[in-house]
């Protein structure tokens, strides 16, 4: 694994571990080359005996993606905003260029299997949560008839959501 440096913020390639800053996964073959992890939010105390920690989904790198992890830390830190499974978070800008996805739904990450939602061991307990992207219309639909109705949404219609120009389901 080696470093480098993406908007000013040290990345790391490679496996994961719990005393690293954000990083991609381009060398893990289960994960798309784009997926980026957090990889401190785990340390925001939380009063249950479970960490947090955030994850993009992304069809290929871009810096914009740690720049969106780092709000969420941000967001996640501060007692006012935690992020949990659920949230809706706006994000103020299209998740990548030109996307009409300007929202992040706080899921788990589906697309993998349980094997990526947790990290566990003797120290640590660290629950991994998926930043879905989604639209203006989807995050009202998910407030008024909650995320799991907008999950089944996009169960029904076979959504792929890596795809930045991908329609809104609602």
């Excluded at 709000?71 to 830190?77: P, T």
């Excluded at 990450?109 to 998926?130: H, M, S």
Aim: charged share 20%; hydrophobic share 40%; net charge negative.
């Amino acid at each position: 694994t080696g470093w480098r440096h993406s908007a000013g913020m040290p990345v790391r390639s490679g496996r994961f571990s719990p005393n690293s800053p954000s990083y991609g996964s381009n060398r893990r073959p289960a994960i798309c080359p784009g997926s980026m992890f957090q990889n401190g939010a785990w340390r925001v105390p939380t009063k249950v005996e479970y960490r947090e920690e955030f994850l993009i989904i992304a069809p290929q790198g871009d810096p914009i993606h740690v720049e969106s992890l780092a709000m969420v830390a941000h967001f996640h830190a501060d007692p006012r905003y935690h992020v949990a499974l659920g949230s809706i978070l706006p994000i103020g800008r299209g998740w990548v260029d030109g996307s009409s996805c300007d929202h992040f739904l706080v899921s788990l990450p589906y697309p993998y299997g349980p094997k990526l939602e947790v990290f566990r061991n003797e120290a640590i307990w660290v629950e991994f949560l998926w930043l879905m992207p989604i639209t203006v219309q989807e995050a009202e639909f998910a407030r008024r008839h909650g995320y799991e109705a907008l999950e089944a949404r996009f169960d029904d219609a076979a959504v792929d959501y890596r795809d930045p120009g991908r329609p809104s389901v609602v």
